[in-house]
């Protein structure tokens, strides 16, 4: 069967949907809850396509073409509606991408991985990443501190003593060692999701819950390199949420499902993906607006570290 993409013939190979036609022929239609091999349902609506002689809007995941379509992946309209999608689901996305302590940093710390580190009892680790970054001198001598300003950890009590953890570490006799790979430092004009600013509850949850030495809410998402929500955001411009943000999950609630699977519940976008692709595993919690999705405890064991690379956000994810 033949259809056009984006004016381009192609051939369409038997059992094929438009997404996987248009990928196998290079042409990219990005998509939230369509992984690859997968089970899958369509819902996120960011693999729209327009197909041009009837005028309807597709979801590309789940449609099979039929003979002599004519496929646009790319024109305004269809751009639109993908931006709308991407922006509902930002809109019930209460998470940071990246801490902010790191992101105001003047010297370019990274304050939350040395943190993450000194809260594993790892000062060597912790030290090799201020030695990276602020080289021979300890640069908080000279400087205000905007770390500490914007500490989210400061609107539930009292913002992190990131200066004085650094000059402890700092003054540490340690091993010498190399920092671990670092994630990547992002520019400006990559998307930042935010996680907007705690309630009483949320705050009272965060208090009774963060134990850790520094007291940090570690709160850089772990999943942040290989979310596609936060990529695609990037490539449609998308700045904040024009929906504001609604979500009624617990913010900054982490779930060990095994040793090395994590789970975040604000993070996830309800795509379906871990449900369909665990057996026993994962599942969906009440319907409509309120519906969550959940692993209860008996059914951790059926949940397995692939699914952090399925999931499209960083709701699941390998714990560091
Ligand atoms: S809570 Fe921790 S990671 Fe979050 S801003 Fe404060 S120091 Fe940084
Ligand atoms: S899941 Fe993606 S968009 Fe959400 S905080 Fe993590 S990196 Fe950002
Ligand atoms: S946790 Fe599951 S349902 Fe939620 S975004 Fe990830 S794969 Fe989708």
Redesign the pocket.
């Known amino acids: 069967m033949k259809i056009t993409i984006d004016n381009k013939e192609i051939i369409v190979l038997e059992g094929e949907t438009i997404l996987e036609a248009a990928r196998r022929n290079g042409i990219e239609i990005p998509s939230m809850c369509y992984a690859e091999g997968k089970r899958h349902r369509a819902g996120c609506m960011v693999c729209t396509v327009k197909e041009r002689k009837s005028g309807r809007m597709l979801t590309s995941c789940s449609t099979k073409p039929t003979e002599g379509m004519e496929i646009d992946t790319s024109s305004e309209e269809v751009i639109r509606q993908r931006t709308m999608a991407l922006e509902l689901l930002l809109s019930d ?1 209460r ?3 990246e801490a902010p302590c790191t992101m105001v940093c003047t010297h370019k710390l990274d304050v939350e991985q040395m943190l993450a580190a000194y809260d594993a009892g790892d000062y060597a680790q912790a030290q090799a990443i201020i030695r990276r970054d602020f080289g021979d001198k300890i640069a908080c001598d000279d400087c205000k501190a905007p770390c500490e300003k914007a500490c989210r950890r400061g609107t539930v009590d009292k913002a992190v003593a990131i200066r004085d953890i650094i000059r402890e570490v700092a003054a540490m006799k340690v091993e010498m060692v190399e920092p671990a790979a670092s994630i990547a430092k992002l520019g400006k004009e990559i ?3 935010r996680v907007g600013i705690f309630n009483q509850k949320e705050k009272d949850y965060l208090r009774q819950t963060t134990t850790t030495p520094s007291r940090c809410l570690h709160c850089a ?1 772990e ?2 390199e290989a ?1 596609r ?2 990529r695609y ?1 990037t490539d449609y411009g998308i700045k904040r949420s024009r929906y504001g943000l609604s979500s009624k999950l617990p913010v900054k609630l982490r779930i060990d499902v095994s040793e090395r699977l994590g789970f975040e519940p604000a ?1 996830c976008i309800r795509c379906g993906l871990c449900v369909y692709n665990t057996e026993n595993g994962f599942t969906f919690l009440r319907r409509g607006f309120d519906m969550q999705v959940i692993i209860p405890e008996q059914n951790m064991a059926n949940a397995y570290d692939e699914l952090a690379e399925i999931c499209p ?3 699941l994810f390998i714990k560091k």
Do not use: I, V
């Open positions: 996305h998470a940071d991408c998307f930042f999701s998402c999943g942040r979310c929500l936060r955001s993070k956000t960083g709701a």
